[in-house]
């Protein structure tokens, strides 16, 4: 996602976009302990993904 959209979204949109994209990133991050990914770059988009949903959630929570 890109922070344009991000912004879009509603606080409670973004809880739950959120909370999905963390389990997607556990999960994936198991399977690839198991059996390695086809593309680990997977891994790197999630995991930024959610940083970049969880520091605007921040950001509006400052304001």
Do not use: F
């Not at 890109?2 to 994209?21: C, N, R």
């Amino acid at each position: 996602m890109k922070q344009s959209e991000i912004k879009e979204l509603s606080t409670a949109d973004l809880q739950d976009k959120l909370g999905a994209l963390k389990k997607n990133y556990s999960d994936l991050k198991m399977a690839h302990a198991i059996t390695p990914l086809e593309n680990p770059l997977q891994l790197r988009t999630l995991r930024r993904a959610v940083a970049r949903i969880a520091t605007e959630l921040t950001k509006r929570e400052l304001q």
